[in-house]
């Protein structure tokens, strides 16, 4: 029995430590030192390179170390028939809810208009409200928009949320379906985009969406950069429907040289960080699946493929 574990992002000797922590004995090998392939029973990966899992002739069992997998189920030499899991810990909810709040509050204080006046050498005196004059509206309830929705409760915003199903949750005006879109996106100062990705919501943050905010609205958008169509965006900045965007997540990464986001007035890019598992928690969630995996219980968090999440 062996662990591969492949990510171009992450500390192979942290997860390492961690891993062998709760389970003791366990082998991980690291790719691109795989050594016979007939001997890897579960791979731990971020961003497999196209066709590796294929060609584990053993493999039973596939660990993701983020919670979207869509990139995965791209690619068509996936095995069909190995289970697959996402990674749903605390601190990679709570490294998006951060970043969710700290963007949030940047909008509600002006900080993106402030950061355009100095550039320009304006000084001006911008006062919000109070947080609960900015309606907030959240694209995605699973567990990152849930816990999102907590934090940003807790500093008072006003909170409404849309999801492909009905939730009900304390302190947010919950929408679902086809039909609660248009109300939800009416009341939204603020958009924040935390949806999974399938057929049903790639090219969801289009100009046609993007027409139902209320003049002056901002996204933020740390999903998936299928989500959003990028000309489009440009288009209602330009236009003046929106007024800023901060985006983490994009159809090419990284981000192509010249690309006109890098530049735009009132657009922020981050490189794909809003939110990230720390080992040492991550490999406590990771262990028990393993562990379940060794005693063939079922596995936490599988992948339902049909729906993409």
Not at 85 to 102: G, I, N, Q
Not at 133 to 152: C, F, K, P, Q
Not at 244 to 257: R, Y
Request: hydrophobic fraction near 45%; include cysteine; charge should be negative.
């Amino acid at each position: 029995m062996a662990l591969l574990f492949v990510s171009h992002v992450d500390d192979p000797e942290l997860w390492r430590a961690e891993l062998t922590g709760h389970v003791p004995g366990l082998e991980m090998r690291v790719h691109p030192e795989i050594g016979d392939p007939a001997e890897i029973d579960m791979a731990l990966v971020w961003m497999p390179p196209e066709g590796l899992l294929a060609s584990l002739p053993n493999l039973r069992a596939i660990f993701s170390l983020g919670a979207g997998v869509d990139a995965m189920l791209r690619d068509p030499t996936l095995p069909a028939h190995v289970p697959l899991c996402r990674l749903v810990d605390s601190s990679l909810t709570a490294t998006m809810s951060e970043y969710v709040l700290l963007h949030v509050l940047k909008y509600h204080r002006y900080q993106d208009r402030y950061a355009q006046d100095q550039r320009h050498q304006r000084w001006q005196l911008r006062l919000p409200g109070p947080p609960a004059t900015t309606r907030v509206g959240i694209l995605g309830l699973g567990v990152l928009g849930s816990d999102a929705a907590r934090v940003l409760g807790g500093q008072g915003f006003s909170l409404r949320g849309w999801s492909r199903t009905q939730k009900n949750l304390p302190g947010i005006a919950c929408f679902s379906g086809e039909a609660g879109l248009a109300p939800f996106l009416a009341e939204t100062d603020i958009l924040v985009c935390l949806l999974p990705l399938t057929p049903e919501t790639t090219g969801i943050l289009n100009r046609d969406l993007f027409a139902q905010l209320p003049d002056g609205a901002r996204l933020i958008h740390a999903g998936r950069g299928a989500h959003l169509v990028e000309a489009d965006l440009l288009a209602v900045l330009e236009s003046g429907k929106l007024a800023g965007a901060t985006l983490d997540v994009f159809s090419q990464e990284p981000l192509p040289e010249g690309h006109p986001f890098w530049r735009h007035e009132a657009i922020d890019v981050t490189p794909h960080a809003a939110s990230y598992s720390h080992p040492e928690v991550g490999a406590a969630v990771v262990a028990d699946n393993i562990r379940r995996f060794q005693a063939g219980q079922e596995l936490l968090h599988l992948v339902d493929r049909a729906r993409g999440y």
